[in-house]
């Protein structure tokens, strides 16, 4: 009985930790209200979200049965005369942006000027490995201390 107690918590453990290796993290901010989320971000903790805790939005909702992002998403939008970069996390398919980038279309004033998409924390490169390369670790820490 006590070796399958053993199996379920270090099982239990790693499921923990698996979940929490592949969510990802965006800046979500705006240029027009957060000067430095403007062409060159300057970084800021303040300003990154993990994206598995908000839904895509409501225009969005109807397309993606899914509700976990994809990747994050860096949106040029020209509002009359006030370009602005918008910062969020990417619902949809990478390979066909058409969706997922377009804008909300109860503002009829703004026009989409560009959409840039990418699958990495961040968008900043880092390795999406190193997660669960300490997980595959752990499971054999776990295991050594088990035997």
Do not use: H
């Amino acid at each position: 009985m006590v070796p399958s107690v053993k199996l379920i918590l270090t099982l239990g453990i790693l499921a923990t930790l698996a979940s929490t290796g592949y969510a990802i993290k965006c800046f979500q901010c705006d240029s027009l209200t957060t000067p430095k989320c403007g062409k060159d971000i300057k970084s800021d903790d303040n300003l990154i979200l993990d994206c598995t805790r908000i839904a895509p939005p409501r225009f969005l909702q109807n397309f993606f049965p899914v509700r976990n992002a994809t990747g994050c998403m860096k949106q040029t939008i020209d509002i009359p005369g006030n370009p602005q970069i918008v910062r969020s996390c990417y619902f949809g398919d990478i390979g066909n942006t058409k969706v997922g980038c377009q804008t909300d279309p109860n503002l009829t004033t703004s026009k989409l000027l560009g959409c840039e998409v990418c699958t990495k924390d961040e968008c900043n490169g880092s390795s999406s490995l190193a997660p669960i390369a300490g997980v595959i670790l752990l499971f054999f820490g776990v295991a050594r201390l088990l035997a």
